[in-house]
């Protein structure tokens, strides 16, 4: 059973989870910059990564008690797998709206040479299906943010469903801002491609709540989050990039070419009424076990 705490319980909670995610985060990240660690090594990247989760612990654990029951840790893939299809197709889908805006806006001419050297000695495609392969493994990495942003933070903020997600990935894409300044992501403009970047955030939190609403399983989200940095991420630079053979796009364009695509889904849920209503709180936690005549526990 969750335990409900109360009002200013809440807002401690927040206090520690937003102190540990933005305050001990961003020190990972300009404390490593300052020891020439480079934020591209994901090794790197990942303490920086947890951080949201464990603000969302300590809050829950230790500030307002309210325990775990209720955060949607559940795979629930009998239930839910059509939305981890969705997770699991949609970035490489989002990808290929990315590379055919490229195309109709004459900044790419389909050119998929790049993509051959994505994994010497291996045909593209294959390379492509390994990467859309290896997600669901790759999810643990991205559960962090996910379980504190769109589990812990988004259902805490109130005033209607769709606010909640506008606010969270506000909020999300501030927490990122620092990696602009580290060499994680150099934009030509940094005013111009960090509002580009604020506008990404935000739809792609758009479409990790829905997963997270629809499933109420925090892992969707996280599928979702490692085929966008892993998947979706990974072949638009490729493809596009100014390495490696790519179209010789910046980080500026390469941001809102993917989010083109993403903006039509996001256009879609909204029409759909998706975020309507009062905020869709936390999933209710699993049903406790019943004992049945001669079966043992039943679920």
């Known amino acids: 059973m ?12 927040l206090v520690v989870f937003f102190a540990i995610s933005f305050g001990a985060g961003w020190l990972l990240v300009l404390g490593a910059h300052a020891m020439g660690m480079s934020l591209v090594n994901p090794l790197v990247q990942l303490p920086f990564a947890f951080m949201p989760a464990v603000g969302a612990i300590v809050a829950r654990r230790w500030v307002t008690r309210e ?16 939305y981890y299809a969705a997770a699991w197709l949609g970035p490489p889908a989002i990808t290929a709206g990315a590379a055919g805006t490229a195309a109709l806006a004459g900044l790419w001419d389909g050119d998929l040479g790049p993509l051959r050297d994505l994994v010497p000695g291996t045909p593209w495609w294959l390379a492509v299906l390994v990467l859309v392969g290896v997600m669901p493994l790759l999810a643990p990495l991205y559960w962090g943010e996910e379980f504190g942003w769109t589990s812990y ?6 005033g209607g469903t769709l606010r909640s ?49 629809r499933s109420r399983s925090i892992w969707t989200a996280a599928l979702a989050h490692a085929g966008n940095n ?12 100014e390495d490696d053979g790519g179209a010789g796009l910046g980080a500026t364009t390469l941001t809102w070419l993917p989010a083109v695509p993403m903006a039509v889904l996001c256009g ?16 209710a936690p699993a049903a406790p076990a019943r004992e049945s005549a001669g079966a043992g526990a039943t679920p």
């Open 230 to 241: 892993m998947v979706l991420s990974m072949l638009v630079g490729v493809l596009l990039g």
């Open 2 to 13: 969750t335990r409900q705490p109360s009002a200013t319980a809440r807002r401690r909670g």
């Open 165 to 213: 997600v506008v606010v969270t990935g506000l909020i999300w894409a501030v927490w990122h801002y620092p990696l602009a300044f580290v060499g994680y992501v150099e934009f030509a403009n940094v005013g111009a491609g960090l509002l580009v970047w604020t506008g990404s955030f935000l739809l792609q939190e758009m479409l990790l709540a829905w997963l997270y609403i």
């Open 153 to 158: 933070l988004r259902p805490r903020i109130g």
């Open 67 to 82: 325990g775990f029951a209720d955060a949607g840790l559940a795979l629930r893939l009998r239930e839910a797998w059509p």
């Open 268 to 283: 879609w849920l909204l029409l759909r009424g998706a975020f309507r209503g009062p905020v869709a709180e936390r999933p």
